[in-house]
Structure formats: C-alpha cells, structure tokens
T-cell receptor
Framework: GQQVMQIPQYQHVQEGEDFTTYCNSSTTLSNIQWYKQRPGGHPVFLIQLVKSGEVKKQKRLTFQFGEAKKNSSLHITATQTTDVGTYFCVSSGAGSYQLTFGKGTKLSVIP | DTEVTQTPKHLVMGMTNKKSLKCEQHMGHRAMYWYKQKAKKPPELMFVYSYEKLSINESVPSRFSPECPNSSLLNLHLHALQPEDSALYLC????????????FGPGTRLTVL
C-alpha cells in the first residue's frame, strides 16, 4: 500500500464543535477509504472515495478527495458524544490488497 | 448481510498451546484478510487470500498459519506464540476488485501468557 500521513493524532472538542481529520500522501492514490473504530471495537467502514475532487456526505459527516488525489479529509459538523472513536484513512495501490492505514485520529468529545 | 463473524471473542493461551481463530462471511466476497492490531495502533496486514489462495503474506512468523477452507471461511492457526503476540486479531473480507473496501469482523482479543 501507499503511505498516508494522518493528522492530528488526537483531537478533543466540546460537544457541538466541528472536527476535521486530514490524510496526505506524497503519491497519487487510486482511492481512499475511511473507517471509524469505537473504543474496544473494530474498524467500521464509512466511505470510499475514488474520483478526483469527490465530495460525499453522510448526515453530519463530509468526506473529500483532493483534486490531485493526494489528500483527503473527513469533517464532522456539530460533534456528538456518539462520534467518539478513532478515525482511520486507508489507501491501497491500484489492483492491490495491501491496504495501508493512516495512524488514525482519536476524537474525544466533551459533553 | 454485511457481517463478518469471528470466534472466539477472547482467547487466553500459553506459549506451548495450539489454538485456532475462525472467521466467516456470507457476502460472496472472494478476498479475505487477517490483520493484527496492537493497542493504540492501526491494524497491520498479515495475510490476504484471494479466491481461496494465499496472495499476500506480510513476512509473518511461521507460528501463525492461515488457512482458507472455502470461500466463506478463514482460519488462523496459532502455535508456540510469544507474549508480544497478544493483540486484537481482525478478519476482513472484500470484493475481489481493485481497492474493494474490506468489511471487518469484531475481532478476537488474544492474550498469550
């Protein structure tokens, strides 16, 4: 898989504030996937982005894939305590099963 | 059905034991994966099976032995493990297409004494 850098590593927000995590690659990505892992849980698939400049929304979550397909972001509007967990971006090379996980962003929401 | 199941949920074993982890999916996926996840770290790929054949082995020690009996089942046989092998072992499956997103099972939390 291709290396992806994910920032920030940790984010503490007040409930109701927005949250964004970013993934960056030095090489062009064929696609990028986002997963959420709750404390004590397993990674749960959220979305896959494939096209340059793609934007997808799931309720309060907005996912973007950069025009150059080298970066991606996940934005949560008005966080809730149920958003707590670690968010991972995952990339793979074309035709490759070797998925590479970013290091993840651990989100804490203060009620 | 978008579910991957894994058994057991928890496993404690000694360094001389032999045990197996089991994974099952009924989504018609023909790619299946084993990942290892240590605390506060992202999952690390161990093995990938494609059409029941081992296609990727990420230099995993031979004390871990994968097996794919059929398109729905994936096993991980464990023998002579070390305490540092204690981790969450995750199974996943995906369609056999470029970049097919894997769906993960709940994992087996393994403790090696």
């Amino acid at each position: 898989g291709q290396q992806v850098m994910q920032i920030p590593q940790y984010q503490h927000v007040q409930e109701g504030e927005d949250f964004t995590t970013y993934c960056n690659s030095s090489t062009t990505l064929s696609n990028i996937q986002w997963y959420k892992q709750r404390p004590g849980g397993h990674p749960v698939f959220l979305i896959q982005l494939v096209k340059s400049g793609e934007v997808k929304k799931q309720k309060r979550l907005t996912f973007q894939f950069g025009e150059a397909k080298k970066n991606s972001s996940l934005h949560i509007t008005a966080t809730q305590t149920t958003d707590v967990g670690t968010y991972f971006c995952v990339s793979s090379g074309a035709g490759s099963y070797q998925l590479t996980f970013g290091k993840g962003t651990k989100l804490s929401v203060i009620p | 059905d978008t579910e991957v199941t894994q058994t057991p949920k928890h496993l404690v074993m000694g360094m001389t034991n032999k045990k197996s982890l089991k994974c099952e999916q009924h989504m018609g996926h023909r790619a299946m994966y084993w990942y290892k996840q240590k605390a506060k770290k992202p999952p690390e790929l161990m093995f990938v099976y494609s059409y029941e054949k081992l296609s990727i082995n990420e230099s995993v020690p031979s004390r871990f032995s994968p097996e794919c009996p059929n398109s729905s089942l994936l096993n991980l046989h464990l023998h002579a493990l070390q305490p540092e092998d204690s981790a969450l072992y995750l199974c996943a499956s995906s369609q056999v297409t470029s970049g097919g997103a894997p769906y993960f099972g709940p994992g087996t939390r393994l403790t090696v004494l």
